[in-house]
């Protein structure tokens, strides 16, 4: 054993980390590092400082004052995306807010709506049209009241035709005053007066009856044969208003061919009879607007021409003097001698 195998002695002075197999591979680079330094080596010398390189500071970035905002200027706290959710979402409750106070009006509208019929079957509405001073002996004929019997959609357009009505009625007694101003320069244009004094008092009454009551029903209940007599009725009332801006000589009507022939007499009658040219023109112009505004919104509702037969027969029926006479007839002819 002792033949392959070799121990020191101990006395002998051995230092391992002083093996030539282990210092030929170690680095000399002169850097106290603790993989190099060696605490068994005899060198006098103390170990070379170990000089460790900071890396330099980041820079500070610099600080920009907060902007101060106004009373009314909205804060920012988030990013662009926040703020315009902030004010799409304040756009949807002024909307929301819109239609709430719409909904509410509509419901007080309807609370009027419903105290007026709680009068009873019996009772019946006092009428309020025409407004006739308490003194007068003759009493209004009709109930009227748009913000209570016309639906919140139709009343702009109900009080459209309504103010349109007024203004024709206007634009006849400024035809009478023309007239009347064209009768004193010229006595021989006495017919055209007495005309216009006609017209002034056939049409006024008339119109209001027979156009805008029917269209005031219509939208009021949603009546097809009120549509239908109001389409009819208001189309040759159009074409009165057409014959009218003409201004045919002799027919009452102060319109384009009479004025101009009355300027070249009368300077100051012939102008004023030109205003009435241009009344009467306007007149014309809202007039088929108005026809044509009606339409669309009759074709927006469930008025037809089938529904306007069943109402008219309805009507017929229910109405207690035709159906008397109606069974006068019947019973004459099958008491008739044969």
């Not at 007024?166 to 004193?184: D, E, G, P, Q």
């Not at 055209?192 to 156009?211: D, K, Q, R």
Request: charged share 15%.
């Amino acid at each position: 054993m002792s033949k392959y195998t070799s121990f020191p002695e101990p006395t002998d002075d051995h230092n391992p980390f002083q093996d030539p197999a282990v210092t030929q591979h170690s680095s000399n680079t002169g850097y106290a590092t603790l993989d190099l330094y060696n605490p068994f080596d005899n060198t006098t010398g103390s170990p070379p400082p170990y000089e460790a390189s900071c890396p330099p500071a980041p820079p500070i970035p610099a600080q920009t004052p907060p902007s101060r905002t106004t009373p009314t200027e909205p804060r920012n706290y988030g990013s662009y995306n926040s703020q315009t959710a902030v004010n799409v979402t304040s756009a949807e409750l002024v909307k929301k807010q819109e239609e709430l106070e719409k909904k509410a009006q509509e419901l007080e509208r309807r609370e009027r709506e419903l105290e007026s019929h709680s009068l009873g079957p019996g009772a019946s509405r006092q009428n309020n049209w025409p407004p006739l001073p308490s003194f007068c002996p003759v009493g209004p004929c009709f109930y009227q009241d748009i913000n209570v019997e016309i639906s919140q959609r139709f009343q702009r357009t109900v009080y459209i035709i309504y103010y349109f009505w007024m203004f024709c009625t206007c634009t006849l007694i400024f035809n009478l005053i023309s007239s009347l101003a064209m009768f004193c320069v010229d006595p021989s244009g006495g017919v055209g007066l007495g005309l216009a004094i006609l017209w002034a008092l056939l049409f006024t009454p008339c119109s209001f009856v027979c156009w805008y009551r029917p269209v005031y029903k219509a939208f009021r209940s949603d009546s097809s044969f009120n549509f239908f007599a109001f389409f009819f009725i208001f189309f040759a009332q159009v074409i009165i208003f057409v014959i009218m801006t003409i201004g045919i000589p002799g027919w009452g009507f102060s319109g384009w061919i009479v004025s101009l022939a009355a300027l070249q007499h009368k300077v100051p009658v012939g102008v004023i009879m030109m205003m009435n040219a241009v009344l009467f023109t306007a007149q014309t112009a809202m007039g088929v607007f108005l026809l044509k505004k009606v339409h669309n919104l009759y074709r927006q509702t469930d008025a037809s021409f089938q529904k306007a037969q069943a109402e008219f027969a309805t009507g017929v029926m229910s109405n207690q003097a035709v159906r008397h006479a109606a069974t006068n007839a019947a019973q004459g002819a099958f008491t008739a001698p044969r």
